[in-house]
């Protein structure tokens, strides 16, 4: 079993695994999707990522499809991201409805080196720019549904496709009230009218790999095109990147951000916290409702 062979016949993957064909072992971290590093006969070593119960080399009792065009999105977005040339991004190797085969990149520890070339490469990769704001083809953020209708005012942009969605779907959800949708709705959003950039959309630390040779990845995208300023605001969330004042000096060394971009922080966090609300519940409430209170 070779890599040129699983390139050619992904569709055979899951009979291999069934199978145990192929040397497998468990990655911990993902809170929606199952990871595991896969082995081959030569030494390769890729990444393999299913859906909860789907295929994997641990049979379970009820397999449960991936939603519709998950794996797909995810693809999509590495390969868009990896043709801007800035971030390192693996490589994709296969994809079907249940499954995502990629490069299997090394953990080490992110030096300063690393920090300050990640920030100067993820200017470069905003800067690689989209048609619009949005995408081509819907998207997903975790396991929910990403609206990328296009559209080319940013403010109204971000209001209507990215915001207003997960809002509806944490009030539904029980994790805000009706009366905090009501505050949220009146928010101002503004920000320095700029070119839609090449975005990852996700970028909260955890999707972040530092590897080998001060070289850092991007995983798990929602590539978009989007605000710049909305990665850099989410590298600030749950407890921040390492090294985030090396990672911004040297992305402000390529393309320098507006002097005031700090101030919206937290507009710029504002639809993460409410995906992260409707994924685990009430206990973000409070982070939501402090993050719009800036804008209202």
């Known amino acids: 079993m070779d ?8 569709h ?6 069934a199978h145990q064909r192929l040397r497998t072992t468990p990655v911990s971290g993902g809170s929606i999707s199952v990871a595991e590093r896969i082995g081959l006969d030569d030494g390769t070593q890729l990444f393999l ?3 909860p119960g789907g295929v994997s080399a641990a049979p379970t009792v009820e397999p449960a499809p991936a939603p519709p065009g998950l794996f797909a999105a995810e693809a999509r977005g590495l390969r868009w991201l990896r043709e801007a040339g800035g971030v390192a991004v693996p490589q994709v190797y296969a994809q079907t409805d249940d499954l995502l085969l990629m490069q299997w990149v090394d953990h080490a520890q992110p030096t300063v080196a690393a920090a300050e070339r990640f920030g100067a490469g993820l200017a470069l990769t905003h800067n690689a720019g989209a048609p619009e704001f949005g995408a081509a083809a819907e998207g997903f953020l975790a396991g929910l549904p990403l609206d990328n209708t296009r559209g080319a005012d940013w403010p109204t942009w971000y209001r209507e ?3 207003l969605p997960y809002l509806k779907l944490a009030v539904d959800a029980g994790a805000l009230d009706p ?4 505050h949220i709705e009146s928010i101002h959003i503004e920000a320095p009218a700029e070119s839609p950039a090449r975005i990852h959309g996700d970028l909260w630390p955890g999707n972040i790999v ?3 040779s001060d070289i850092a990845w991007l995983i798990d995208p929602a590539a978009h095109g989007g605000h710049r300023e909305t990665d850099l605001a989410t590298l600030s969330l749950f407890g921040g990147a390492p090294q985030l004042s090396r990672i911004v000096a040297a992305y402000n060394e390529v393309q320098p951000l507006a002097e005031d971009w700090q101030a919206r922080v937290p507009l710029h966090q504002l639809h993460l916290l409410l995906a992260h609300a409707v994924l ?17």
Do not use: E, M, N, Q
């Open 280 to 296: 685990f519940g009430r206990s973000y409430r409070t982070a939501v409702l402090d993050a719009a209170a800036h804008y209202r």
């Open 12 to 17: 055979l993957l899951p009979t291999f695994l």
């Open 3 to 10: 890599l040129p062979f699983l390139r050619a016949h992904p």
């Open 49 to 51: 990522k299913t859906w």
């Open 210 to 212: 530092w590897g080998p």
């Open 161 to 163: 496709r990215r915001i």
């Open 179 to 182: 009366a905090d949708a009501t």
